[in-house]
């Protein structure tokens, strides 16, 4: 059951990335698109010139149809969630934003992108809906999945953590006192850390939490005392010593069954659909014409 939970959130995952990309090539093909001369040389090599037609051309054939799709698909989306009167709760949205960043956590700054990372989810949890309208899952099928599945729904306080681990706390000492001079986190974190998985993203561990295979206990406390922003004295690691950043605090939460009701039967019903299904599918129920090229 696990893994079914897992794929499920993962797919939202992927699915948000690539809206976000569709997104920002979307902004390109129109937003700079518009006001200027299509003419207009925007980069030259030599004495070759790059005019934002030859730009625009080039991004359209490699990304339009797929950036296309996407609105597409989001329009049907919502005009099929009209037609059967769907809608889906900001309570839901924001439940399935924390356990997103709390289970998978982020290696990058989400801050900017949050407001599409609630829509790429309203718009996953609606299609969901949408495919699953008319299955029936028995009762005792949803409250054995959350029994089973319990530590999904109740989750412990997450911490989003940069790091740098150094091998003696000698070297913890000074880069402390780096810090405190002034250094910049990331940066000492590239130049100074021995932590291979972390070093090129400048120390970003992204969210930890008590019960963490790779982190400790006492890690976990040290943490617990600081306020984002703040970083922690030398903790003794199994590598040498770290020096923790905190980013952000999530408190920990515990759903109980009713709150998750609706999407374990999501879950369960889209595992017990034959073949894959997707957006496409409703095309024709809302006439969909399409205009670029072959579909």
């Known amino acids: 059951m696990e893994r079914k939970w897992e794929k499920k959130q993962l797919w939202i995952?992927?699915?948000?990335?690539?809206t976000i990309n569709c997104l920002t090539v979307a902004f390109f093909l129109t937003k700079l698109g518009t006001g200027f001369g299509g003419n207009e040389v925007v980069a030259t090599v030599g004495k070759e010139e790059v005019t934002r037609q030859d730009w625009l051309k080039v991004m359209e054939e490699r990304y339009g149809k797929d950036t296309l799709k996407e609105l597409v698909d989001e329009k049907v989306i919502e005009a099929m969630a009209e037609k059967y009167d769907i809608s889906i709760s900001e309570e839901a949205v924001?439940?399935?934003l924390f356990l997103i960043k709390t289970m998978y956590g982020s290696t990058s700054n989400e801050a900017a992108n949050e407001e599409e990372w609630r829509k790429q989810?309203?718009?996953?949890?609606?299609?969901?809906?949408?495919?699953?309208?008319?299955?029936?899952?028995?009762?005792?099928?949803?409250?054995?999945?959350?029994?089973?599945?319990?530590?999904?729904?109740?989750?412990?306080?997450?911490?989003h953590v940069s790091q740098i681990i150094v091998k003696t706390e000698k070297e913890a000492e000074q880069a402390i006192e780096e810090l405190k001079n002034g250094s910049d986190f990331a940066v000492l974190a590239m130049e100074r850390s021995i932590d291979e998985f972390s070093t090129a993203e400048g120390g970003d561990i992204g969210f930890?939490?008590?019960?963490?295979?790779?982190?400790?206990?006492?890690?976990?406390?040290?943490?617990?005392?600081?306020?984002?922003?703040?970083w922690s004295e030398a903790i003794p690691v199994d590598e040498g010593f770290a020096i923790a950043l905190l980013h952000e605090k999530i408190t920990?939460?515990?759903?109980?069954?009713?709150?998750?009701k609706d999407e374990i039967r999501r879950v369960i019903a889209l595992e017990q659909m034959e073949g894959e299904s997707s957006v496409e599918a409703f095309w024709n129920e809302v006439d969909v014409e399409w205009f670029y090229g072959e579909k």
Do not use: Q
Not at 13 to 18: D, E, R, S
Not at 208 to 226: M, P, Q, T
């Open 252 to 260: 920990g939460k515990e759903y109980s069954f009713k709150e998750v």
């Open 121 to 159: 989810i309203r718009s996953s949890l609606m299609l969901e809906e949408i495919l699953t309208k008319d299955v029936n899952v028995p009762e005792e099928d949803l409250k054995s999945y959350y029994d089973e599945n319990i530590n999904f729904y109740h989750i412990p306080t997450s911490y």
């Open 13 to 18: 995952i992927i699915a948000g990335l690539i």
């Open 94 to 96: 924001e439940r399935e």
């Open 208 to 230: 930890v939490r008590s019960g963490d295979e790779n982190i400790s206990e006492h890690y976990i406390k040290a943490v617990d005392k600081l306020k984002p922003g703040e």
